[in-house]
């Protein structure tokens, strides 16, 4: 049964909500997911159109930190390819391990990664020359691929993850890494947008009003962390982890 007019509406209004949010840390799936799920979509359903809606709102993102220049454009030479790449990978492994497998090891790491974040100092030294993803492209690469790997196999966190490995391990500013993670991240959705529609999975009818959303928020949301910067990246980013800590810990309660 299709949705009504009203549930449309508000799918709508929370695709808007996660796209902003999704621009900023990562995580807009943390919302939007359990949104489709609560209309009554199934779960194979869900996902795909998870997929559908969001590829748009990494777009809009994308388009507005690249508009910004603060997308490093020979860094995303190497991690687009290699996040579409990876995603494909994480996608036709899922049939081999249990994604509820993963759920206690992700939800260590996130704890490592709001640790490690919240102890990094506000921003690196000035440096001069190249940033740093651009003298080591197969860094940026191994990471855009990994991760990329992991958002086809499983997805919670995958934003917040990119943002943290692009800082930490790269050396870039949180709001660098944010620019270029959504690369990697409109990448992997791509891949799987055109991996669920083939499959038949995706429900364009409430994807495109979310698609709607998705975009504006992404728009919002990036320009939010244009302005603010560094400060404001951080405390959403950790804000974001929280949730995903609290959310795959009550997924592993017994029920």
């Not at 199934?42 to 507005?64: C, E, H, I, M, Y």
């Not at 939800?107 to 990664?113: G, I, N, P, T």
């Amino acid at each position: 049964m299709a949705p009504s007019p009203t549930t449309l509406a508000l799918l709508a209004g929370v695709a808007t909500l996660a796209g902003a949010v999704d621009a900023v840390a990562g995580g807009g799936g943390l919302l939007t997911l359990p949104a489709l799920l609560a209309a009554g979509l199934p779960p194979d359903l869900a996902l795909g159109t998870n997929k559908g809606q969001s590829v748009f709102g990494s777009g809009a993102a994308l388009l507005r930190y690249a508009r910004a220049g603060l997308v490093d454009g020979r860094m995303a030479r190497v991690t687009f390819p290699a996040g579409l790449a990876g995603s494909l990978a994480g996608a036709a492994l899922v049939g081999l391990v249990p994604p509820a497998a993963l759920r206690p090891v992700i939800l260590v790491l996130l704890v490592v990664v709001a640790a490690a974040l919240a102890l990094r100092p506000a921003a690196p030294a000035p440096r001069a020359g190249a940033r740093p993803g651009t003298s080591r492209p197969g860094a940026a690469a191994a990471i855009a691929l990994a991760i990329g790997a992991y958002d086809g196999f499983f997805g919670p966190g995958t934003g917040t993850f990119l943002v943290f490995a692009f800082a930490i391990f790269l050396g870039l500013r949180l709001q660098e890494a944010t620019a270029d993670a959504k690369v990697v991240n409109f990448a992997s959705n791509l891949a799987a947008v055109a991996l669920f529609a083939s499959l038949g999975r995706v429900v364009w009818a409430v994807a495109i009003p979310m698609a709607a959303g998705q975009f504006a928020g992404g728009l919002i949301g990036a320009q939010v962390a244009v302005r603010g910067g560094d400060r404001i990246v951080r405390w959403a980013v950790l804000a974001v982890v929280a949730a995903l800590v609290v959310k795959l810990g009550a997924d592993l309660l017994p029920r």
